[in-house]
């Protein structure tokens, strides 16, 4: 499957990468960094979480560990404010966005916690 030997490892890492870059701007943020800065990280978390969004919404996936486990992390979070929000947006919209991915990923862990 596209070079991914082991799904579970996959997902165990791309989660721990999604964490990071959502903690990454709420740092930023409460640095007080420069808006171009936070927006740059903002940017990069909604490449990587579109990227992984756009990969796994395919039927190829439909079924697999991935697409039952991680798929919804990454739904969710395009899905939520995080995805309607504009790179270019304020500050303040950015951190309500990136509050609500937060969100999405604590409710996601105690879903897949709940299921294991």
Known sequence: MDGITNQKEYVEKNARI???KIASVETLIQAGEDKMVVRAAFKELKQFVRT???TF???KYF???IFDC???LVEGIHTSALGETRVNAT?????EAVQEAH???ENWRANVN???
């Open 114 to 116: 709940d299921k294991q």
């Open 63 to 65: 079924g697999t560990y």
């Open 18 to 20: 999604v964490e990071e």
């Open 103 to 105: 969100e999405v990923l």
């Open 91 to 95: 500050v303040e919209n950015i951190r």
């Open 57 to 59: 919404h395919k039927k």
């Open 70 to 72: 991680y798929h919804p």
């Open 52 to 54: 992984e969004y756009d």
